[in-house]
């Protein structure tokens, strides 16, 4: 199957294409002339440059293919152009990257447009699945349980807003690109939406505990009571002041972000990892990047 990817060069597509390779698909991938490829030096890829905001050269550089898979956010408002691309160029077959974030109870600007977007998959006419991943970690490329773990990697004591009992479950960004293929793979995927998560959720402080021993690092936890800092922050934030921190940040960790994955390992045989697993891989991966 000849497929088109966008998101090739990101964090997960970085893991999608290779696998897709190796099931010997031809792989054609979107990329912006200022893209770093480095993270893909498989000569088999055909590059083709161009942007998923602009819908004519996005049809000419789709001709030809047969099935789309779509890593790039949906949170920039692009889906229209490309649904529209992709039947403009007779595309039928489409794999969708969103995410569990729909699911918010924050009314986050980004919210509205990924609900948008999926609406207009669903009513696109293509022969769609939908992928929504929790938060995706695995390796130092992440932005998010890196952070963590370097963090662990220097200070014994972690402030904590909130009592971190609110559940977490990250999947392993491996786990997200394998959902991919089977999603791809599987005609009962066609038209439907699934959550995809890591094996079992965890507390928050749990979700520390697991890096910290991933690290061989002893942590104390220092709970901070978290509604004095969100409002610190939003004030901070309406006066266009830059901190380390935002406010939504704090309100996520707050929020249970666990999902079940059941449809997915009904239909495709989605079997993830647990968080243990995964985020001893990452903090060695960190650490043979340290060395």
């Known amino acids: 199957m000849k497929i088109f990817v966008t998101g090739a060069t990101g964090f997960t597509g970085s893991r999608v294409v290779p696998l897709l390779l190796k099931e010997r698909h031809q792989v054609r991938c979107l990329c912006r002339p200022s893209s770093d490829r480095s993270s893909l030096p498989q000569p088999e890829i055909e590059w083709v440059l161009g942007d998923v905001s602009d819908s004519q050269s996005l049809t000419a550089a789709m001709q030809g293919t047969e099935a789309l898979v779509n890593i ?9 152009s490309i ?12 794999i969708f990257v969103s995410t569990t974030a729909i699911f918010t109870q ?12 999926e609406r207009a998959i ?10 929504r991943p929790t938060m995706i970690y695995g390796s130092p490329r992440d932005r998010n349980m890196i952070r963590l773990l370097r963090l662990l990697n220097v200070t014994p004591v972690l402030p904590i807003f909130g009592d971190g009992e609110s559940l977490q479950q990250p999947i392993f960004v491996d786990d997200v ?12 995927t066609v038209g439907k939406s699934y959550n995809i998560a890591g094996k079992s959720a965890l507390t928050y402080n749990q979700v520390i505990d697991a890096a910290a021993s991933a690290l061989g690092k002893r942590v104390w936890k220092l709970h901070l009571p978290h509604k004095p800092f969100v409002r610190l922050l939003q004030f901070s934030e309406r006066m266009n002041l830059r901190l380390p921190i935002k406010s939504e940040q704090i309100l996520r960790l707050n929020e249970n972000k666990n999902f079940s994955y059941e449809e997915a390992q009904r239909d495709f045989g989605f079997s993830p990892r ?3 697993e995964g985020i001893n891989i990452e903090a060695r991966s960190l650490s043979d990047k340290v060395r």
């Open 72 to 80: 790039a956010s949906l949170g920039f408002g692009h889906a229209d």
């Open 83 to 94: 649904i529209a691309s992709a039947k403009a160029a007779g595309v039928s077959r489409a």
């Open 106 to 117: 924050l009314d986050a600007q980004s919210k509205s447009v990924r609900l948008a977007a």
């Open 122 to 131: 669903q009513t696109s006419g293509l022969n769609y699945t939908i992928l």
């Open 177 to 188: 690109a394998q959902a991919l293929l089977l999603a791809l793979q599987n005609d009962a």
């Open 274 to 276: 647990s968080f243990e």
